[in-house]
């Protein structure tokens, strides 16, 4: 009794969601809709007793492509005023397509037969495993272990992708190397001189950086002029 | 618990209502004294006497400040957008409290004692991002928005080290019922032999929580106040008392993967008297010192140097530990189940 | 089926009181506290000027990068979580066969270390 309870309210609220995803004015209420939808189906997967599945949709979706979603309609600013100029220009081939995709998915739902030990298959166990965690992961590594590494390769693609489409080196900012950082010393950067009594450093070039390491001129000027200092004068 | 318990649904309902209470009603208390002790431990690690006014102590302190907080008035800017930005704080304390469903204050002592529990543990604290973007956004001001940017890449970025160390731990527990890992404590507490992880996991807690030298994204210096700077009154008020909820919790998630829950130290005589809450309570009070002791310590990060710690340092030196963990439980056929 | 539900009743009911008393606190807050706002002390705080323009804005690319990257390597943690429990039954096998997973990661990781991906400046 309460199962079907909470079954038909996870239901209606996942689905109501996904419909104010869809019809949401504003982007950034649509993604939390979306993440609200996405919490009902986690309690879907519960109630058909597979508890390693909901946790995980929540922490792979919820928690790390929601955020991506959510950081790309806040902070995108994309004029959705204009965007919806254009809706009246592309209805018709719109409406084509979502026709299309309505006659097949109409097509694929008639054709759709239910297994008849649906019944049983929540309960069918793997052999030795106490929990779906565990008959999972006696699974994934050794009898699905190509479509496995497939995983692992099509996660390399994205990675890769991500990198090529989005950074772009910029030669103005400033990074911080710590292993050149910390193999400076200083014979490199400083200039130990000794001064006769009276005698100015513009007699020696005045300060400036050790000439033997970088090969940049020479200043000319001195950097910092003493004799002109006031209180020299007075 | 339940079974010989109340028989009805209502019944039911009633005890875990009262469960939930007698675990979250100390939770808050704690939390409010959480506030006093850090101001305490700041003090006297800076040679001040700290809050000493109201109360014997200063002790009634946390209650000022928090009828103080209540009747403030409520400022939400006019740009903001009015649902969201009342959203955002509800949600962060939120989630800092709904996180103790699962955590086991001695055997079988949780109100939900869930098979998957580490990851109930992971999938909430991988929300927490939620709180932070959505008041960096609603309040449509720039500091709060940077504040929340930042803090959002900060805390995502230490998630996958904080996940790769809790894989390192189930691989010597072989279950991610949270009892079930405290229990696989009982020769030796996973922060001796997996003392690098213990670091790393500890390190990762405090930029996971924003808590310094990682609170970059409230940098008063740079951002005011980073995502909640339009925040005022008890709006404000759960943002700061979920950091220290969040303390809270990291603290117990330390003291349950690391430091053996609620077993005593060494399992012999005068040891074994005191019961386990009493223990857990302690690890967890030892571990938020550590936190604030931490904070009166160490300088702030440099947002490039948090980041790098994070990426470069943290995510493969976990990734490479925990394989050599697994290797070394097969190649000593220590592994759980590995007899069956 | 209805044991997986019996132990998440708590959990559900913990998190409606979780709520419920963060949503009390803020509830009452809004009661007590005196409201008078007011145009200036409503205005977004940029220290004492008003505003220049809209917050939300374009920001550096290079959040997407690091949101992306965290996706990735989050379901990275996601597959170890059961071959960490597993792993004492699918013996070397199973191991040999993650760690070719993660060894396929790894060149991806070097990768982005290469590009400066992973640098901040």
């Known amino acids: 009794m309460i199962t079907q309870i909470v079954f038909w309210f996870f239901a209606v609220v996942l689905i109501g969601s996904a419909v104010m995803v869809v019809s949401a004015r504003n982007p950034v209420h649509s993604v939390l809709f979306l993440i609200l939808a996405f919490f009902n189906a986690a309690g879907l997967f519960l109630i058909a007793g597979a508890e390693f599945l909901a946790m995980i949709l929540v922490i792979a979706y919820v928690g790390a492509v929601a955020v991506l979603f959510l950081f790309v309609v806040m902070m995108l600013d994309v004029n959705f005023s204009q965007l919806r100029e254009g809706l009246q220009r592309y209805f018709p081939v719109g409406a084509a397509v979502g026709l299309v995709l309505f006659v097949e998915l109409a097509l694929s739902a008639s054709a759709w037969r239910i297994a008849p030990n649906v019944r049983d298959l929540p309960h069918a166990r793997v052999p030795g495993a106490s929990s779906n965690t565990e008959a999972l992961g006696e699974l994934i590594y050794t009898h699905y272990v190509f479509l496995f590494q497939a995983c692992g390769l099509v996660l390399l693609v994205a990675m890769i992708g991500a990198i090529v489409l989005t950074l772009r080196d910029r030669p103005s900012a400033k990074r911080q190397d710590v292993a050149v950082q910390h193999a400076r010393v200083p014979a490199d950067t400083l200039q130990m001189m000794t001064l006769g009594l009276g005698e100015s450093t513009t007699g020696n070039g005045g300060f400036r950086r050790p000439i033997g390491k970088s090969a940049e001129k020479p200043v000319s000027r001195p950097a910092l002029v003493i004799e002109n200092s006031p209180d020299r004068e007075g | ?340 | ?121």
């Not at chain 2, 925040?231 to 053996?260: D, H, K, P, R, V």
């Not at chain 3, 977004?44 to 690319?61: N, S």
Request: glycine letters at 8%.
């Open chain 3, 1 to 121: 089926m209805h044991v997986v539900l019996a132990d998440y009743f708590p959990v559900l009911v913990f998190v409606v009181i979780a709520f419920g008393i963060a949503g009390a606190m803020l509830g009452g807050s809004l009661l007590a506290g005196q409201q008078k706002p007011y145009a200036e002390k409503l205005s977004a705080y940029e220290c004492g000027f008003d505003a220049f323009d809209d917050a939300r804005r374009r920001f550096d690319v290079r959040f997407y990068l690091v949101s992306i990257l965290f996706i990735i390597f989050d379901l990275e943690v996601a597959f170890l979580f059961p071959w960490a429990v597993a792993l004492g039954r699918i013996g070397l096998f199973g191991f040999l066969s993650m760690l070719a997973f993660l060894g396929v990661l790894t060149v991806g990781f070097i990768y982005e270390w290469r590009k400066g991906a992973l640098d901040w400046e």
């Open chain 2, 1 to 340: 618990m339940q079974h010989f318990f109340l028989d009805t649904t209502l019944g039911l309902i009633i005890l875990t209502v009262l469960e939930a209470l007698a675990m979250l009603v100390p939770l808050l208390v704690g939390v409010a004294y959480l506030t006093y002790a850090e101001r305490k431990v700041l003090a006297a690690i800076q040679l001040r006497k700290g809050p000493n006014t109201v109360g014997p102590f200063g002790l009634l302190q946390a209650f000022a400040d928090a009828i103080k907080m209540i009747t403030k008035e409520t400022i939400i800017p006019s740009g903001a957008n009015r649902a969201l930005f009342l959203l955002a704080p509800v949600l962060t304390f939120g989630l800092a409290m709904m996180a103790w469903a699962v955590i086991p204050t001695n055997n079988h002592w949780a109100v939900a004692d869930i098979n998957v529990g580490i990851l109930y543990l992971f999938a909430i604290s991988s929300l927490g991002v939620y709180g932070i973007l959505i008041a960096g956004w609603a309040s449509n001001s720039k500091y709060a928005f940077m504040g929340g940017l930042r803090s959002a890449a900060q805390m995502v970025s230490y998630e996958v080290s904080i996940g790769l160390v809790m894989v390192s731990v189930l691989l010597a527990v072989g279950s991610l019922n949270l009892n079930d890992i405290v229990l696989a404590q009982r020769h030796v507490w996973f922060a001796l032999p997996m003392f690098p992880m213990f670091v790393v996991f500890f390190i990762s807690a405090l930029a996971e929580t924003n808590r310094a030298p990682f609170d970059l994204p409230e940098g008063e210096s740079e951002l005011v106040a980073g995502f909640f700077v339009e925040y005022s009154s008890l709006s404000f008020g759960l943002f700061f008392l979920g950091e220290y909820a969040n303390m809270f919790l990291m603290s117990g998630m330390t003291t349950i993967l690391f430091l053996g829950g609620w077993l005593p130290p060494v399992g012999i005589a005068p040891f074994t008297w005191i019961p386990g809450p009493i223990w857990f309570i302690a690890k967890i009070l030892f571990v938020l010192f550590v936190f604030i002791w931490v904070r009166g310590t160490f300088p702030r990060y440099r947002y490039d140097q948090l980041m790098r710690l994070g990426w470069k340092v943290f995510l493969p030196f976990s990734l490479l530990w925990m394989v050599l963990t697994a290797g070394f439980l097969m190649a000593t056929g220590l592994l759980p189940h590995s007899g069956s």
